[in-house]
Structures are given as C-alpha cells and as structure tokens.
C-alpha cells in the first residue's frame, strides 16, 4: 500500500513564526503536492514538485515556499505565519506522467493565532 | 482551461436511499476523472476514476460513476446510501498532456445521512 505521511496532525503557531510541515511518502513517486483545503473552495494547489530540486507553482503559492531536497519528502514552509493562513494542508504524491491517481496523507490541521 | 463544478455544496439523504452527485467539467479533449471520497479527519481516498472506454466504471464501497461527454459531466451514484457514507466527496480531472499528474479538483460535496 502506498504511504503518505504527514509530520503533524494538528499544529498551532503564532503570528509571525516560521512553519514548516512534512511530507513523506514511501512508493517512489516522482509527483508531490501541497493542497490548501478551505470549506467551500474545495482543494486548491500551493506548489508541487516533479522531482528532486524542481518545483512549480501551483495556484495559490503567495505567503509559501517549498523544498524538495530527497525523492520521499516534500516540505512546505510558511515563512510568517498570518492568521489567513489557518487551514488543513494535504500533501499528496503520483507517479510520473498523465493519469495517474494521487495519493493523499491524513493532512494537518494548522491554526495560526 | 480545465475546471470542475460540483454544484451541490451539501446534500442530506436517507440511509437506504440512492444518491447521486454532480461534477461538470470544462476540457477541450478527453479528460481523466476521478471522484475521492474524504471522511471527517482523514485524508482523500480515491473512490473510483475513469481513462477511456466503458463510460460506467464501478468503484470502491459500492459506487459507480457515469460519463456522459455530450453533457460534460461524470456523476457519482450509488444505489442505497449508509450512514457510514457520510462525507465530504471530490470529484477531479486531469490532462493528458501534463506529465505531472497534475488535478483540478471540484469544490466538494458534504453528504449528510439520516437514519
């Protein structure tokens, strides 16, 4: 079974702070991604990665940087923590190439005071 | 460019009864399609997803999905809905053309159950 894991479930940060979450996934996948998921906006996309050292922005990548310096794990990284950046962050991975399904970690629930 | 509408943000149906929810999608060719299903807490897990050929494709948990490319759309049913349905559902597409595995998801579904 693929795995993906995330390094925390829950986190609280204050305003300001640098954060950084987790992601690692254990099946050799070239693809990784940092959603934002929001109520109402669905899942949108931060950044994702399509190999070591690349990245790309995805839709909404402002306030957020990522690295990727390992094929298993994928960093995203608040560099200041503001209030708006509350949400649930889920990573996912996939194969290379079209079609493929993407696998998805449990997500972690960031609150920012 | 590619978009996804799930125009229900939220349904509430009967345990025993059947369901069906809606995605529509905008693609200038053949898209692939998936729907995911995401219980409270957890993360998204695939329920089932269509490439080509047969356009009814069965999935996990007792789903099925049905692609109709005249309406652009590809909705997910299920026949007799349990309480453990309850869930927020996705449905995504992707390009072929994209070696990333890149997807565009809707902006979810909640199903709510009632006994």
């Known amino acids: 079974d693929v795995k993906v894991t995330q390094s925390s479930r829950y986190l609280v940060k204050r305003t300001g702070e640098k954060v950084f979450l987790e992601c690692v996934q254990d099946?050799?996948?070239?693809?990784m991604f940092w959603y934002r998921q929001d109520p109402g906006l669905g899942l949108r996309l931060i950044y994702f990665s399509y190999d070591v050292k690349m990245k790309e922005k995805g839709d909404i990548p402002e306030g957020y940087s990522v690295s990727r310096e390992k094929k298993e794990r994928f960093s995203l990284i608040l560099e200041s923590a503001s209030t708006n950046q509350t949400s649930m962050y889920l990573c996912?991975?996939?194969?290379?190439?079209?079609?493929?399904?993407?696998?998805f970690g449990p997500g972690t629930r960031l609150t920012v005071t | 460019a590619q978009s996804v509408t799930q125009p229900d943000i939220h349904i509430t149906v009967s345990e025993g009864a059947s369901l069906e929810l809606r995605c529509n999608y905008s693609?200038?060719?053949?898209?692939?399609l998936f729907w995911y299903v995401q219980s409270p807490g957890q993360g998204l897990q695939l329920l089932l997803k269509?490439?080509?050929?047969?356009?009814l494709v069965q999935g996990i948990k007792g789903f099925e999905a049905e692609f109709k490319r005249s309406q652009s759309s590809f909705n997910l049913r299920k026949p007799s809905v349990h309480w453990s349905d309850a869930a927020e559902y996705f449905c995504?597409?992707?390009?072929?053309?994209?070696?990333?595995?890149?997807?565009?998801f809707g902006q979810g579904t909640t199903l709510q159950v009632k006994p």
């Open positions: 995504a597409v992707g390009a072929w053309s994209s070696n990333t595995g890149k997807l565009i």
């Open positions: 996912a991975s996939t194969l290379g190439g079209a079609g493929n399904e993407q696998y």
């Open positions: 269509y490439f080509s050929g047969d356009t």
């Open positions: 099946m050799d996948h070239e693809n």
């Open positions: 693609y200038g060719a053949t898209p692939y």
